[in-house]
């Protein structure tokens, strides 16, 4: 069954090497009680560590049931004393934290044993060894003569076929010592039994044959084998495994066995995680803040569409702002070249001419209207306004001075009116008709005193809304309103041609049909305190000014029919010096109503999800064409929200980097506190290999104890960071009257208790290592 061939073992410490067995040729029965008896340093322990697979030979050959084990690696010697070997050691060798029952379990745990069947063989054992009352208690609870019988129900519970007792009785009283010698006997009957003692006595009582070592030899053997041949070839061994939830359930019973260091170590290592809980949980709360703000307000920032558009992503304008703001430099900037280097500016325009077709016009105005709350346009056309003030004298008003723009109006049919929606009525009503307007005075009632003075109404002091509610006003078309002189035209602002005009049925009469404000909601107002009114009228306008005579003489002649002025000449102008705004044919055109092109479209969407669907819409129109015939837009809010986003995320980032500084400080202790756990547990890191745990199992076993106290420094990281916020919303709410800003969002938790658990293990990962690599015999040694 076992045979050893001139097996040798040498130590060597330095220059030193001490022989500790030489050449022994020993063979054993199936089923026998061996005592081996020696002075100590003859080879005793050594030789039953070699036959254990604890120790390994250097020459020789270990044969089990006719094979050899010169090819065993360690899997294999692990899998060997797990399946073959059963060790009853001097000193117990228990496992403390665990109970009695567990300890005998625990050999069968690492052959993948059922836990049915586990628990069964455990029990029989331990019934065995007269110990069936016991079976929960722990190590410490028992006397020595109990603690050497669990040994042996440890040995006995797997079944093996060699039992190996190393001074079973040594540290036992004389009637103790009988009683386990007489249970050992016992169980030689069916098995080899190899017992190392120092009492002869004992070995005459009940051994059946006597093995005498001297200087790491064999001098003496009672009953040596007589030599048959190898025999039971085919001796196969079945491979040992700890699982995860094993390791878990051992490291978690050492753990409970040191609640107060291990409650220490988690808040330790809890502390980074606090911070950076705290962290997320105020940027979590203040982008809610900003992103509420950011609804309320720049849901009134509408997406803007001009004939000239800038294009320059979030990059380029962030690295501008850079640049203007001297916190980055071009590495060209500032050349030692003596040269003057000329540039063309128009390559580095962003402008982008934008073309509105009537396709695309229509287009727009094909939009699913029910994600606007409205739709402006703005045209730079002048209409002909004219008022009469309480003498009924005429006046031509300037409708630049009126800050006159078209209010927003809604696509969808039924749907909310913008201004209703959006501004109070303070006097009057809402328009109802294309030729209503509207005074929007500021959120102090508050209007330009030049506005007041245009329209004709005394702004030496307050003015009721009676005075200014129904005033009306007259739109003269362009025939009416120019005179042409020769082949020029010009305005009659004499006071009685403008009566005339005045009083013509061909006029358009308009009203202020009420006085509006921004509600108190309305964070941002989007018509500027002056005079709004319909784009229909506009259009209205624009439809009889086309064919008017100065627009027609407008079309056909390459100067300006107000000013003479060739179109030419005012570009040269405008090259060399001269006037920057000198306007071009087809402004002037525009200016007359000659043109009904929009300068600017503004789409108000309801809504940011509205906002992304309009934009994607827009975006759709520029699938497939040439960068020249696409129309560019400008969507303000993205803008502003991406600064305001890059910003918190990177004062995130500044501040997490900080408090995981922490983390770091305890990843190094729980580096400490591993290794130091592995010292404490080094007596248990022999037992489980000497019950056939492999290396990777003794690393599972360490790996399992930081994961539990990673998660418990996790959980425990974010249950006091969800407190915390409480006292800091109602400190917030003190000074910035900002409500429930502290938000710990559920996923940046559980990403963060991943976090501690993961550099728990990071950090445990070394001292788990060495712990792996300790020689099971120094191990069992060990105090």
């Known amino acids: 069954m076992l045979q050893l061939k001139k097996i040798t073992k040498r130590y060597t410490t330095g220059t030193f090497t001490q022989t500790a067995l030489d050449g022994i040729d020993l063979e054993f029965r199936p089923s026998e009680f061996v005592a081996v008896l ?90 065995r060894v007269g110990l069936a009352d016991h079976l929960h208690k722990r190590p410490g609870q028992l006397s020595g003569g109990q603690m050497q019988r669990v040994a042996i129900a440890r040995a006995l519970a797997g079944d093996p076929d060699i039992i190996l007792a190393d001074e079973p009785t ?9 009683q386990i010698m007489e249970l050992i006997r016992e169980i030689a009957k069916d098995k080899l039994v190899i017992m190392v003692t120092h009492n002869p006595q004992l070995a005459e009582d009940y051994a059946d044959r006597i093995v005498q070592f001297r200087d790491g030899q064999v001098i003496a053997d009672s009953d040596p084998v007589v030599h048959t041949g190898e025999s039971e070839r085919g001796y196969t061994l079945k491979k040992t495994s700890m699982n995860f939830l094993t390791a878990l359930k051992l490291s978690g019973k ?37 992103s509420l703000f950011e609804s309320d307000t720049l849901s009134g920032f509408p997406v803007m569409i001009t004939q000239q558009a800038v294009e320059m992503d979030m990059d380029t304008m962030i690295e501008q702002h850079s640049q203007m703001m001297g916190s980055q430099k071009r590495p060209d900037e500032y050349p030692d070249k003596k040269q003057v280097l000329p540039y063309d500016p128009a390559q580095n325009s962003m402008v982008h001419q934008n073309t509105f077709t009537q396709e695309y016009l229509d287009y727009v105005e094909h939009i699913d209207g029910s994600l606007l709350s409205g739709i402006s346009y703005t045209r730079t056309v002048n209409m002909n306004l004219l008022h009469q003030d309480d003498s009924g004298d005429v006046t031509a008003a300037s409708t630049s001075n009126l800050n006159f723009a078209a209010y927003p109006t809604s696509l969808k049919e039924g749907g909310e009116d ?120 506009t259009q209205r306008f624009i ?32 090259n060399h010096g001269g006037s920057q705004n000198a306007a071009t044919k087809e402004q002037i055109l525009a200016a007359l109503g000659g043109d009904s092109t929009p300068y600017m479209i503004a789409l108000y969407p309801v809504d940011f999800a509205a906002k992304e669907k309009v934009t994607t819409y827009l975006a759709d129109y520029n699938q497939g064409r040439d960068s020249a015939d696409q129309v560019i837009y400008t969507d303000m809010a993205a803008t502003f929200t991406s600064l305001s986003g890059g910003i918190m995320d990177a004062i995130t980032l500044v501040l997490v980097a900080f408090a995981a500084v922490s983390l770091v400080v305890s990843l190094i202790m729980i580096g400490i506190i591993t290794y130091i756990s592995v010292l404490e547990r080094t007596r248990e890191i022999g037992v489980l290999r000497a019950l056939g745990a492999r290396k990777k199992d003794i690393t599972r076993v360490f790996n399992a104890e930081t994961f539990i106290i990673g998660a418990c420094s996790g959980l425990m990281g974010i249950g006091i960071a969800y407190l915390l916020t409480f006292p800091v919303n ?43 690599k300790k020689d099971p015999v120094e191990a069992l040694r060990s105090e």
Not at 78 to 106: K, P, T
Not at 170 to 178: E, F, I, N, P, Q
Not at 562 to 570: H, I
Not at 738 to 762: E, G
């Open 170 to 178: 040594g540290a036992l009283d004389t009637h103790t010592s009988v």
């Open 38 to 127: 020696g002075p100590s340093g003859s080879g005793k322990t050594t030789f039953l560590n070699i036959i254990g697979g604890l120790d390994q030979y250097d020459s020789g050959d270990l044969v089990i049931n006719g094979r050899s084990t010169k090819d065993f690696k360690d899997r294999d010697w692990d899998a060997y004393r797990n399946n073959s070997v059963g060790f009853i050691f001097q000193s117990y060798n228990l496992i403390g934290h665990l109970s009695i029952v567990d300890n005998v379990e625990m050999g069968l745990t690492l052959s993948g044993v059922s836990r049915a069947e586990k628990h069964q063989k455990a029990t029989e054992a331990l019934k």
């Open 730 to 772: 109602h400190i917030l709410k003190n000074l910035t009257d900002l409500s429930n800003v502290a938000q710990l969002n559920p996923v940046h938790a559980i990403l963060l208790v991943v976090v501690s658990v993961a550099l728990t293990m990071l950090g445990g990962m070394i001292p788990a290592r060495l712990a792996a």
């Open 543 to 574: 439809d009889s000014a086309q064919d008017s005579a100065i627009v027609k003489a407008q079309q056909e002649a390459d100067y300006n029919v107000l000013t003479g002025q060739r179109f030419d000449d005012a570009a040269a102008a405008g």
């Open 418 to 537: 913008y201004l209703q929606s959006s501004y109070d009525l303070l006097a009057g009503s809402y328009p109802q008709e294309d030729t209503d307007l509207v005074l929007i005075v500021d959120s102090y009632n508050q209007i330009d005193q030049n506005i007041l003075t245009q329209l004709g109404i005394d702004s030496s002091g307050p003015v009721d809304f009676d005075d200014i509610v129904g005033k009306t006003f007259k739109i003269a078309p362009n025939d009416l309103y120019y005179t042409q002189i020769g082949s020029w035209f010009t305005v009659d602002s004499s006071a009685e041609h403008l009566r005339q005009i005045y009083d013509s049925e061909d006029c358009i009469t308009v009203k202020i049909a009420g006085i509006l404000r921004a509600d108190q909601d309305t964070k941002l107002q989007v018509l500027s305190a002056g005079v709004a009114y319909s784009d229909k009228l």
């Open 254 to 290: 050492n753990i409970s066995t040191k609640k107060g260091r291990t409650a220490l170590t988690a808040f330790a290592s809890s502390i980074g995680i606090i911070g950076i809980a705290l962290v997320l949980s105020l940027s979590n709360g203040f982008d809610k803040q900003i």
